[in-house]
């Protein structure tokens, strides 16, 4: 059966202090890894897609990378506005768009 | 992307009744979901939309309890029948367009049943 499990849990930030986001998987065959932020309240908002190690996406201050067992999801210099619950899910070959949700990092980042 | 809406924003319901929850999409899409987010947990998913014909669900979730419909390639209704307080959760509709595997997210639906 697809796993995802993220770690840490939560994580608590000075402005301007960087860290990553770990994200583990197990699939039989990955068609993508994905990773979307959820602010309280509303529905997540997507970040970034990896379909093969190696590969490595950026936006802003996020950077994500792909492994053949986990993703890591950086984050630079975050701001207050990066306070969120960052969640990665992963697809299956043999799915036909399920995505396998991990159970999300809460980030607080505190000026 | 598309932009995704979905109505109602939030309900609360009495024990044993229905809600039917609309998701409404700006352009065609080829795929709609409907996920299921519990308190403090993680997105699962409930079903596949599929355009014209039934849903397919996922193992724990079933027609009589989620009924689903899709008369377009830009609309989708997720049903919650006989509601109990278990129920209470945010619905999600997601959508995939064209031959890209990335979902969106609309806004969701926060249902708190009494």
């Known amino acids: 059966e697809d796993q995802v499990t993220q770690s840490p849990e939560a994580l608590r930030l000075q402005e301007g202090e960087s860290s990553s986001l770990n994200c583990s998987y197990t699939v039989s065959g990955l068609r993508g890894l994905f990773w979307y932020r959820q602010d309280p309240g509303k529905g997540p908002e997507f970040l970034f897609t990896?379909?093969?190690a190696g590969e490595e996406k950026e936006k802003e201050r996020l950077k994500a990378t792909l492994t053949k067992k986990e993703s890591f999801l950086h984050i630079t210099a975050p701001k207050p506005e990066d306070s969120a619950t960052y969640l990665c899910a992963v697809q299956a070959d043999r799915s036909w768009g399920k995505l396998q949700f991990g159970a999300g990092t809460q980030v607080v980042v505190t000026p | 992307s598309a932009v995704i809406s979905q109505k109602p924003s939030r309900d609360i319901c009495q024990r044993g009744t229905s809600l039917t929850i609309q998701c409404q999409v700006d352009s065609q899409v080829t795929m709609m979901f409907w996920y299921r987010q519990q308190p403090g947990q993680s997105l699962t998913l409930i079903a596949t939309a599929n355009q014209g014909s039934e849903a397919t669900y996922e193992s724990g979730f079933v027609i009589d309890k989620f009924p689903i419909s899709r008369p377009n390639l830009t609309f989708s209704t997720l049903t919650v029948s006989n509601m109990s307080p278990e129920d209470s959760s945010i619905y999600l509709c997601?959508?995939?367009?064209?031959?890209?595997?990335?979902?969106?997210f609309g806004p969701g639906t926060r249902l708190l049943v009494l």
């Open positions: 997601s959508v995939r367009m064209g031959g890209r595997e990335t979902q969106y």
């Open positions: 990896l379909y093969s």
